[in-house]
């Protein structure tokens, strides 16, 4: 969503609650980006001993972030003044399962309200080694397509915040545990040139509460090709695209 930053009315963290040490991590941004000021964690917060024992946990976390309990803390932001959200494609850019789950929680909202939704249009090749070689896809896929510029100067700052932060619980028990997780919070790459540089294609999957992906052929095999990552083995939510 990087290259809407400058315009976006509020930057939700909808995949699970936020914590003190999200607080510090979002409060090492560059200062230009006011992005603070409009950081809205949906889920409230909890403290850095419950997120490391509960959120930490891909199956203990599974039951409380689902599809129905993600739209019911969605659902009071897809109301006026907003018109449109820009969020995760359908196979949540790498496969990333919160992605793909977030994903569809905003496409069945906006299409109770009216709203329209756009994502990247951008997939990695099944042969990849590294994130840097995304393939745009948009054209194959048929929709709408705007050009977002993804400026290289800003992600690397973001991502340097995200990669020099070390998180602490009251344990070391839980600190221990917090730290074996954290790696997995930046899931792109890390390599230098690890992301979707310069003039990249958005594609729009809701216009106007209508979804343009619904029995799309070419949206269903990427979701196919594309593994599931990050995810309890025993959560059927995403395990079967029939939405």
């Not at 995949?15 to 992005?35: G, K, T």
């Not at 977030?102 to 099944?126: C, H, Y």
């Not at 999957?205 to 949206?219: F, I, S, W």
Request: aromatic share 12%; proline share 8%; charged share 20%.
């Amino acid at each position: 969503m990087l290259p809407f930053w400058p315009v976006a009315d509020k930057f939700l963290l909808a995949a699970y609650p936020a914590a003190p040490m999200f607080d510090e991590l979002i409060n090492s941004f560059p200062p230009r980006l006011n992005y603070r000021a409009r950081w809205t964690p949906i889920w409230s917060s909890v403290d850095n001993d419950i997120w490391a024992e509960i959120f930490t946990d891909r199956c203990k976390r599974a039951p409380i972030v689902t599809l129905a309990s993600m739209k019911a803390h969605l659902r009071p932001f897809f109301a006026a003044p907003i018109r449109r959200v820009v969020t995760h494609n359908n196979w949540g850019e790498y496969g990333h399962a919160q992605h793909r789950l977030v994903n569809i929680a905003v496409r069945q909202l906006a299409v109770e309200t009216g709203l329209d939704v756009w994502s990247l249009g951008t997939r990695m090749p099944a042969e990849a080694r590294e994130q840097s070689q995304y393939v745009d896809v948009a054209r194959e896929l048929g929709l709408p397509t705007i050009e977002g510029f993804f400026d290289a100067g800003l992600f690397r700052d973001v991502r340097a915040a995200y990669l020099a932060h070390i998180p602490n619980a009251s344990t070391p028990e839980l600190t221990a545990k917090f730290r074996a997780w954290w790696p997995t919070l930046w899931t792109w790459s890390d390599q230098p040139e690890a992301f979707p540089m310069g003039w990249r294609p958005f594609v729009k999957l809701v216009d106007k509460g209508v979804d343009l992906t619904a029995g799309n052929r070419v949206m269903r095999r990427i979701e196919e090709e594309i593994a599931v990552a990050n995810d309890c083995l025993t959560n059927p939510t995403i395990s079967k695209p029939d939405w």
